[in-house]
């Protein structure tokens, strides 16, 4: 993965907690979604699984672009539409977590099954997740406040991150 940015992102500090533990049952996640999507396991499939389950490793963010420029270069077949689309199914099958970014993009992210919200640093758009969230008491009351039966949420904390610290908010 090319730019600056994210390569700036490779701390082993910022590794998603889930990393290593939950990486087979990650790979097991990609191929159900797929599988549950009647896709055949073709080659540029297998590659895309295979880069996906690294990624959930080092837990690092991404855009379809980024994915999409680091599967051409290891196999020059695959189209920006495959990897478009298979994102999007992903997405769909909450295997990757799509992260809103503090300038209104977005990259996606292979994160664990359970329950979390993410911290994204402003400078280097680097993606960390964190466990702590509200009761769902209070979210019942929050909603109750408005009129509203709240039946899920989203939470995004954004910040500056250890690194981008240390080297003077750059
Ligand atoms: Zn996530
Ligand atoms: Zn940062
Ligand atoms: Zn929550």
Redesign the pocket.
């Known amino acids: 993965m090319k730019n600056e940015s994210r390569s700036h992102c490779r701390s082993p500090r910022q590794v998603c907690a889930e990393g290593d533990n939950d990486s087979l049952d990650t790979v097991r996640r990609i191929e159900n979604a797929f599988f549950d999507l009647s896709r055949p396991n073709t080659a540029p499939r297998r590659m895309l699984v295979e880069k996906l389950a690294e990624l959930a490793r080092s837990g690092e963010a991404f855009s379809t672009d980024d994915l999409w420029q680091d599967l051409r270069a290891a196999n020059g077949r695959i189209g920006r539409a495959t990897v478009y689309r298979s994102i999007e199914q992903l997405v769909e099958s909450k295997v990757l977590?799509r992260v809103e970014l503090s300038d209104g993009s977005h990259k996606y992210?292979v994160?664990g099954g359970s329950h979390?919200h993410?911290l994204v640093c402003t400078l280097c758009n680097c993606v960390v997740?964190f466990r702590e969230c509200l009761s769902a008491q209070k979210f019942e009351e929050i909603g109750r406040q408005h009129g509203f039966t709240v039946n899920d949420h989203k939470l995004t904390v954004y910040g500056t991150c250890s690194r981008c610290l240390k080297s003077g908010g750059k």
């Open positions: 977590d992210r994160c979390h993410h997740d």
